[in-house]
């Protein structure tokens, strides 16, 4: 009784386990009545028909993401590279998934790896550094357009690694060692001809400066000269109206003599004192005359003086 009873249970059990499905929220459940599609079992609780009725596919309704393994390329420029990525995708529709691929993760990854290197060989290596925004797009649209009668949406890829070959990188790095130089040798260069710019600009400025202070310098002469030689007209010009003017007064004549007389006398004195030679003038050789002379200069001041 004990025996019939377990089994009993284990029947029900069965039967229940198996009419009664509980669909978790991230999945989807494709279900099957005597080998043919029926329904799409979504999240929630379902009534099965057992031994008709069973659960043909589960598929994760959630974003997923796939490794892509990494694989040689040849770019546009003909150089080898090694490149891997990732691909997110999300099962739209479960019965698409079913029955129209026979796995959609593997054919997303073969078909990731198939448009990936029919990209990177429309471009050159440099560009796969610089466009990876771009050449992440192009993939996407290429696999999602190829994807959707798989029940697929391709949400995004991204590039994860671009490694070209250890030759290719030794030409790289010697490539742009020599960049490097030749980019140092410019701003030398230019460094040095900025310099010999200012250098010539401040000589000559040097030149206009010293040009320019030495013209000023002979202007300011040749003004104070010429401020000179009019002061001294000015001067001589007055003098001489005063000569003029004292002529012209009585008795003028007569002092003017005189004091060229006295003047006469006067450095005669110096000279006859200084000298080591006794000289005289030819009219003075004669003593006679000397008095002669000198006797009327006395007689033309008690004149003068009367």
Not at 189 to 212: F, H, M, P, W
Request: aromatic content about 6%; glycine content about 6%.
């Amino acid at each position: 009784m004990l025996t019939f009873l377990t089994f009993t249970f284990l029947i029900l059990l069965f039967v229940a386990y198996n009419t009664i499905k509980i669909v978790p929220m991230r999945e989807n459940f494709v279900v099957e009545r005597l080998g043919k599609f029926r329904a799409v079992l979504t999240p929630g609780l379902h009534i099965l028909i057992p031994f008709f009725d069973r659960i043909a596919y589960r598929h994760e309704m959630r974003e997923q993401v796939f490794d892509i393994p990494s694989q040689s390329c040849i770019s546009q420029d003909n150089i080898q590279i090694e490149v891997d990525g990732l691909v997110y995708l999300k099962v739209n529709d479960p019965q698409k998934a079913s029955y129209g691929i026979g796995n959609y993760r593997l054919a997303a990854i073969n078909l990731a790896q198939t448009t990936m290197r029919s990209e990177v060989g429309k471009l050159r290596l440099s560009q796969t550094f610089s466009e990876r925004e771009s050449l992440n797009e192009k993939i996407v649209k290429e696999i999602d357009s190829a994807s959707e009668p798989w029940g697929m949406k391709v949400l995004r890829y991204e590039v994860m690694n671009i490694k070209p070959s250890a030759n290719v990188v030794t030409t790289l790095e010697k490539q742009m060692e020599a960049e490097r130089e030749k980019r140092a040798e410019i701003t030398l260069a230019q460094a040095q001809k900025e310099s010999n710019v200012l250098t010539s600009e401040g000589d000559r400025q040097e030149a206009i400066n010293i040009s320019e202070g030495e013209k000023q310098k002979r202007v300011n002469i040749a003004i104070g000269r010429a401020r000179e030689i009019e002061l001294l007209a000015d001067a001589t010009s007055k003098g001489i109206n005063l000569i003029s003017e004292a002529i012209q007064a009585p008795g003028g004549d007569k002092a003017i003599k005189m004091r060229l007389m006295e003047k006469f006398i006067h450095e005669i004195g110096d000279i006859l004192g200084e000298a080591k030679v006794a000289i005289l003038p030819n009219e003075m050789a004669n003593i006679r005359g000397v008095f002669q002379g000198v006797e009327k200069v006395t007689t033309t001041v008690k004149g003068s003086k009367q």
